[in-house]
């Protein structure tokens, strides 16, 4: 029990970054000895032109001879902390370069997943099966738009003329059957009275 509490979580912190972490720490470390050296020689300038007015011009000269080796140094750290922010934007450059290449890996995986599940025959049988729904559905859009070859006017006439002589031969049929209907109906026929009936009278 004491273990399952007592775990530490993983560090989510790099190699990488605590490189890039002391790189920064060192670079400061330079700025601030660059910024005391330059301290100093603002110092030590005011010393000499002080020293030459008093006419302690050896000692002003010595003065001087110590500012030239702080510039020299001076130069060097600057030198060193360009060297050290470069080397960080290397690293981190590199590591922005490292997420791109996952990033790529894990579309490569899952563009290879895709190809598995779908085969290239597949796609083709998808794509034939397109290519022929638009080319059926251009067809009907042209014979709707009346784009008829003269096939298929006579085609259509012939249809036409068919389905007219059907529907005259169903009416002649029905006139015929219409006629002998009427002939077997009971015709009423107007009597004058009887003789009972003018007896009763």
Request: glycine share 4%; net charge negative.
């Given at each position: 029990?004491?273990?399952?509490?007592g775990?530490?979580k993983?560090?989510?912190?790099t190699?990488q970054?605590r490189a890039?972490?002391?790189?920064?720490?060192q670079?400061?470390?330079?700025r601030?000895?660059?910024?005391?050296?330059t301290?100093?020689?603002?110092?030590e300038?005011a010393?000499?032109?002080?020293?030459?007015?008093?006419?302690?011009?050896?000692?002003?000269k010595?003065?001087?001879?110590?500012?030239r080796?702080?510039?020299q140094?001076l130069?060097r750290?600057e030198?060193?902390?360009?060297?050290?922010?470069?080397?960080?934007q290397?690293?981190?450059?590199?590591?922005?370069e490292m997420?791109v290449?996952e990033g790529?890996?894990?579309?490569?995986?899952?563009l290879?997943?895709?190809?598995q599940?779908?085969?290239i025959?597949?796609?083709?049988?998808?794509?034939?099966?397109?290519?022929e729904?638009i080319?059926y559905?251009?067809?009907?859009?042209?014979?709707?738009a009346g784009?008829f070859t003269?096939?298929?006017e006579?085609?259509?006439?012939?249809?036409?003329?068919?389905i007219?002589q059907r529907?005259?031969?169903d009416a002649?049929?029905?006139?015929?059957?219409d006629s002998?209907?009427?002939?077997?109906?009971?015709r009423r026929i107007?009597?004058?009275p009887?003789a009972?009936?003018?007896?009763?009278l």
């Open positions: 029990m004491g273990n399952l509490f775990r530490k993983q560090s989510r912190v190699e970054d890039i972490l002391q790189l920064k720490q670079r400061d470390k330079l601030q000895y660059q910024k005391r050296i301290q100093q020689l603002e110092r300038r010393l000499a032109r002080q020293l030459l007015r008093d006419g302690r011009k050896e000692r002003a010595l003065l001087l001879k110590k500012k080796y702080r510039e140094l130069d750290t030198n060193q902390i360009s060297s050290l922010e470069a080397m960080v290397s690293i981190e450059f590199t590591q922005i997420k290449m790529l890996q894990v579309g490569n995986e899952c290879n997943k895709m190809h599940v779908m085969s025959e597949e796609v083709e049988r998808i794509l034939d099966e397109t290519q729904a080319e559905q251009r067809q009907i859009d042209e014979l709707l784009n003269q096939e298929d006579d085609a259509i006439l012939e249809e036409l003329n068919a007219t529907l005259e031969a002649s049929d029905f006139k015929r059957w002998s209907t009427d002939e077997q109906k009971p107007e009597e004058g009887t009972a009936d003018e007896g009763g």
